[in-house]
């Protein structure tokens, strides 16, 4: 069974304010100057159990980025969410050189445990299968060590906030799978999240692991138009700012296609420059349009990721092939705010 086919039949505070949950405040590693440092960050996603491709990702990045600030993981860490697969990223991530500070995004795989009867039999006709919601929760939130899907890490001083899915929505509506359901609460967090760092004059990078609709590379297609139940209260909040960057999975769509990076206005915001768009790619198998609507498997050994460098003035988002050891491009997006740390 491919992909597709297990997919589809599988179906900004105020300064001084009380800290929310997944709140963490960034720790500077110094004042910029006009030529001041660049801090570099790495970002995957989709995983899914190619370990040996997670290895050799990680080993390129230690090569090319050895003082990375950190490692954003934009969802889809296991293949199915199991307590061992969970484990088993945990020894590979161990194995090899990484960063200290890591985000990790929840991703649709990491609720698939219910589409088993045991980890060797499908059994989607009985799903869930004595699986509870809560349980598939608990072993993101072991593994990940936080308690809420949401959450914000600092890279070097530079604000990384992750978003998820609070309930998978098929046990709450049998017509749905693997569509995206965030409370008023994780909103609420958003907002104001984004309203602190831009009152500080700061970009921000937003880790989600669905992709939001009519933005980068294969979100036009009609697979990946109905990820979010709620896609325009989102975009309503994250397009009132010119300096922040979502970068999103699910897709697996090559760095190759031209719409890798894109802004996205939303209309009513005031904002008519559009925030940044950046697809991640994949670890695991990847795939681009099939001219007919749909898409394809690219095949053979794919492995792709990015690398983040921010600047006062800029941000340099490189587009890298872990197979090949190489660039594929690249591009520098303006900040509309000179960025400078606190004093």
């Not at 559009?274 to 794919?302: I, M, R």
Request: glycine fraction near 10%; proline fraction near 6%; hydrophobic fraction near 35%.
């Amino acid at each position: 069974m491919d992909r597709r086919a297990f997919m589809v039949t599988a179906g900004g505070a105020a300064a001084g304010a009380a800290m929310l949950p997944g709140q963490a405040e960034a720790q500077p590693q110094g004042k910029w100057g006009p030529h001041g440092p660049v801090v570099r960050f790495n970002i995957l996603s989709d995983i899914q159990g190619d370990l040996t491709d997670f290895g050799k990702a990680l080993d390129d990045l230690h090569a090319i980025n050895p003082r990375s600030a950190g490692l954003g993981i934009a969802g889809d860490l296991t293949p199915r969410g199991y307590d061992f697969e969970y484990a088993q990223l945990r020894a590979t991530f161990d194995k090899h050189p990484h960063p200290r500070e890591v985000a990790w995004a929840i991703g649709n795989h990491e609720f698939y445990v219910p589409k088993w009867r045991d980890p060797d039999t499908l059994a989607q006709e009985t799903w869930p299968n004595g699986t509870t919601e809560d349980s598939l929760f608990r072993s993101f939130y072991r593994f990940a060590g936080r308690n809420t899907v949401y959450n914000e890490t600092s890279f070097g001083g530079v604000p990384v906030l992750c978003l998820g899915t609070e309930r998978y929505a098929k046990y709450h509506d049998p017509k749905l799978w693997d569509e995206v359901w965030m409370s008023d609460r994780q909103f609420t967090w958003l907002e104001q999240r984004l309203r602190y760092w831009s009152n500080r004059r700061s970009p921000v990078m937003v880790l989600t692991h669905h992709p939001l609709p009519n933005t980068v590379s294969g979100t036009h297609n009609k697979l990946y138009r109905s990820d979010y139940l709620q896609p325009d209260r989102l975009l309503s909040i994250l397009g009132r700012h010119r300096d922040v960057f979502l970068f999103s999975g699910h897709t697996h769509w090559d760095l190759n296609l031209s719409d890798w990076v894109v802004r996205r206005v939303v209309p009513g915001t005031g904002n008519l420059e559009g925030f940044t768009v950046v697809n991640t790619a994949a670890v695991q198998t990847g795939w681009t349009d099939d001219g007919k609507g749909g898409e394809v498997s690219l095949g053979g050994a794919f492995n792709q990721g990015l690398q983040v460098e921010v600047s006062p003035f800029s941000v340099v988002i490189k587009a890298r092939d872990f197979t090949t050891k190489s660039w594929l491009k690249q591009i520098t997006v303006p900040l509309h705010n000179s960025w400078g740390f606190p004093h």
